[in-house]
């Protein structure tokens, strides 16, 4: 029987959606992991550390030393931030692990949490889990603007603030002045800000700032990230919480109970690729950027009114204009008549009927896949509304 914190979050909807597409041979644009693989480089780097013997057993808690030294050092050089590789670094089983393992570590039962929604599924399910609870903050289309005012009124009381940015589902980069109204908010409510940055190096349009970076931010922020995104590797899961030793600690504490230490030979190779990783991840944004255009560009082609994502994987469309009226019975009949698959955003909301026509395509594709998804939907017209 499942415990009644669980009860209400299900199946994920990523598994109903892959499972889906599994059955009707359909494109995948709902789960967003790429159809390529990631640097060469970084591959070799993977085959030379399965050779090396120790990198095959237990690695430390806090993960590879070489990883949580590569981890500070890329706080530093890309970002100023001053991170103690040894007691402010805690590598994890992707980000994901990274934000369970923060809510485990830092709430107490009865704590309030504030989200920003449309949010990453896992925040609801692993606050849950804390025995705490969310106050949602609502960001609404066809822009996604943040309302500071709402922001500040969720905040009265409560224990910890979740920000993601670049943004999933709706890929906005928050910009200074949101950045700096959120910190204000933090800091007049004395919260511990818990940032989740995996697709910090995916930025199209406008600038990735780390609010870690901003006046008395760094003191009270744990910074969540991971080579799963930047590295097109979401396969490894290999993640990392940084900041202020007493929040790592807190995550460190839970961690160790949860899976310890694993994925070896892939912190070593991480380490490598974040040493160099500029020069890695700037092919791959050009080529996420562009397929962002192709698939936009097709949204719209197919009737659909798009949101353009400044950030990250996914591109947000709005079914209203086809007619339709409920993104989810939409999204289920989709695989069937048209042999696409895509995530109703509404999956992401506390309040459902926010995001009620909206759908969320993934576009970490190779473009021959994305025209084809195009090409169908297209020649669908009416037939998927």
Known sequence: MIASRLRPFGTTIFTEMSALAARTNAINLGQGFPDTDGPPEILTAVESALHSGAANQYAPLAGVPDLCAAIAEHQRRRYGLDVDAQDGVQVTFGATEAIAATMLG???????????????DSYAATIAMAGASRRLVTLRPPDFALDLDALAAAARGARMLVLNSPHNPTGRVLTRGELEGIARVCIDNDLV??????????????????LATLPQMAERTLTISSAGKSFSFTGWKIGWASGPP?????????????????????????????????????PLCAALRAARDQLCAGLRAAGLEVSIPQGGYFVNADIAALGATDA??????????????????SAFYGDADAGRTLVRFAFCKRPEVLEEAIARLTAAGSAVT
Not at 246 to 255: D, E, F, H, I, Q
Not at 328 to 345: E, S
């Open 106 to 120: 830092l709430l107490e039962a009865g704590d309030e949490v504030v989200v920003l929604e449309p949010f990453y």
């Open 193 to 210: 800000a818990v940032t989740d940055e995996v697709y910090e190096h995916l930025v199209f349009d406008g600038e990735h700032i780390p």
């Open 328 to 345: 989810r019975r939409w999204c289920r009949a989709l695989p069937d008549r048209v042999g696409v698959v895509a995530i109703p955003t």
């Open 246 to 282: 007493p929040l790592v600690g807190a995550v460190r504490s839970a961690k160790q109970f949860l899976s310890f230490a694993g994925g070896t030979p892939f912190q070593h190779a991480i380490a490598a690729a974040l040493a160099d990783a500029e020069r890695h991840v700037a």
